[in-house]
């Protein structure tokens, strides 16, 4: 277990904290931090037309360097490969069937009417959706206020000049990718902090008798459902961009460590709203609080913490683990003989919790269950 520096503990709250401010040193830093994109664009953009046009020798190549920007630009929003290569494909079909049809009717404003409509509809049928079906219709908009290119097979030019600027967009995405882990690390830490605050709030009400605080708590883990959803798209993109780009091979092993968590760390915020539920009906029933169960579901809240840090420094959860057994065999000593089913329905969800966390370190069911027997 490595030991824990205060000093570096407070460095890193800090660099977790995302600034709202909408400042001119705000925006100055969020350029600072998307150095990477600039890359990206400035490399993928001069590539993609010096291929077009140069190497291919393409008239008015200018579909390559507005692929390779739509590719990048939305590879910051969806980093999945398939997503970038339907949006590839909904540019290049767009050129196409555009031209295409141009070349044959000419332009002006039905034309481009009746050009949009065609596009669209073609994408449709080989499967584009979303923002890949846009950029076909946006594309084949485009064609009709540009200089037409006289001579050549224009149409097919063009299509090849889409490919040519997706293809060095999706290089680009691949040699010089985000830093998955960072990526990962930042929506897991929402979630553990947040299940941290919920469990400090439910053993609060506990404290105060308050059933008030006890739904709030409720309504809190409920609203980190979004949450939970962003985490498994998340890792479903971290986990590809890992196994496909060079740059991230080694950083596969942490990654996998944190999507083999995703399952584990929803199945714990339905815990703690559970736990919320329960404690706010043991509060309203003017039922007895048993002492210390406020006391277990604290130090659940604090074993939550020190995961997040175990997690984030691929540290060996010994100190986090021991700190959830800690809490679920205080939470058992807490109930008395003549339990409530309120009482009894807390202490089983602490119980709950806590395996769902081992779980998440790495444990298997059986080291649970052999931990956790008392």
Known sequence: MSERHPARDILRGRRRVRST????????DLLRRRWRLLIRLSVGTGLSYFIASSVLDHEQAFFAPIAAVITLIASGASRRLRTLLELVLGVAIGVLVGELIILAIGRGPWQVALVVVLAVSVGTLVG???LALNQAATSS???????????????MMRFVDALVGGACGMAMVLLLPRNVVRDIDREVQRILTGLAAVLRKEAHALRDRDSQLADDSMADAQRMSPMLTTLTTTATNVSEVARISPIRWRQRAHVELYTATVIDLDNAVRDARTMARKISALLRHGEDVPDGLDVAIDALASAVEIFADDLSE??????ARQELVDAARMASVALPEAATMNSAAIAAQIRSLA???M?????????IDERLDF
Not at 141 to 155: K, N, Q, R, Y
């Open 21 to 28: 401010d909408d400042t001119f040193g705000a925006r100055v």
């Open 128 to 130: 584009l959706t979303g």
């Open 141 to 155: 908009v485009l064609l009709a206020a540009v200089v037409p290119v006289s001579g050549g097979d224009v149409a």
């Open 314 to 319: 691929r540290d060996d959860f010994d100190e």
């Open 355 to 357: 395996a769902d966390l």
């Open 359 to 367: 779980y998440a370190s790495g444990y298997t069911r059986d080291e």
